[in-house]
């Protein structure tokens, strides 16, 4: 499973992946990864305002946003 990288646009690395339930996906069961920091823009991240079918998709999704200029991960 791919490690997290670090929120592109705050450094956090206190970062999850949701587990949600929508009637509108198929399967109903989508992920998401979200930010900690509630002042984020990255609190929930979804690609295309969309979730994923799987865990290791979100968590991909994720790792291919540009960092902060900056900020290095791990």
């Not at 690395?13 to 996906?25: A, I, K, N, P």
């Not at 900690?36 to 946003?65: I, M, P, Q």
Request: aromatic share 10%.
């Amino acid at each position: 499973m791919a490690r997290l990288l670090s929120c592109p646009f705050c450094g956090n690395e206190r970062l999850s992946v949701c587990q949600t339930t929508c009637g509108w996906h198929d399967p109903p069961i989508a992920y998401a990864v979200s930010c900690s920091s509630a002042d984020c823009h990255g609190y929930v991240f979804a690609l295309s305002f969309d979730l994923f079918k799987t865990e290791e998709e979100a968590r991909k999704a994720w790792n291919k946003r540009t960092p902060l200029e900056g900020k290095k991960d791990g």
